[in-house]
């Protein structure tokens, strides 16, 4: 996988659970605000188990039909002929290990979480308040 893939990953869940419905808290779609979103005891920063459950939360979100995969049948009618459309078709593409056109929940944890790694600058497991500056 690479990290033009995880980017693509990165930028399209986020967005594409917006339009399904799903009440955002924020409007700002950089990494630095979905870091904030994901810090879920409010202290600033960012931990990497912290980072995980928000991921896990995006699948669920972009899952609008349940059925434990996310998959071209989670587009809505309206936006699946955009090109949110097509960057989820291409990063289900590059995740998707077994071939079967869908992303299951084990194939997105399994995915590198390069976002994460991208802006933890000093490597220790957190995003801290400045890492989180820097990716707005």
């Not at 996310?70 to 960057?87: C, E, G």
């Amino acid at each position: 996988m690479t990290l033009r893939n995880i980017k693509i990953l990165f930028s399209l869940l986020f967005p594409l659970a917006a339009a399904s419905g799903a009440v955002l808290a924020q409007s700002d779609d950089s990494p630095g605000a979905r870091f904030a979103t994901a810090d879920a005891n409010r202290d600033g920063s960012t931990t990497r188990a912290e980072w995980e459950s928000y991921r896990m939360s995006q699948f669920d979100r972009v899952d609008r039909n349940r059925d434990g995969f996310i998959s071209a049948a989670d587009v809505p009618r309206f936006l699946q002929n955009s090109d949110r459309a097509q960057k989820l078709q291409d990063t289900i593409r590059h995740l998707d290990q077994n071939g079967d056109a869908k992303l299951s929940r084990a194939e997105f944890t399994n995915a590198p979480a390069l976002g994460f790694e991208k802006y933890d600058l000093n490597k220790n497991g957190v995003i801290d308040p400045l890492e989180r500056e820097a990716a707005r």
